[in-house]
C-alpha cells in the first residue's frame, strides 16, 4: 500500500497525513 503511507505524504498522496 504504497498510495496510503500513513506518516509520509510526501511519497505520494500527501491528503491522508502529511506529517
Known sequence: ???R???DGRS???TI???
Do not use: R
Open 12 to 14: 505520494t498522496m500527501p
Open 5 to 7: 503511507q500513513i506518516g
Open 17 to 19: 497525513q502529511p506529517f
Open 1 to 3: 500500500m504504497a498510495e
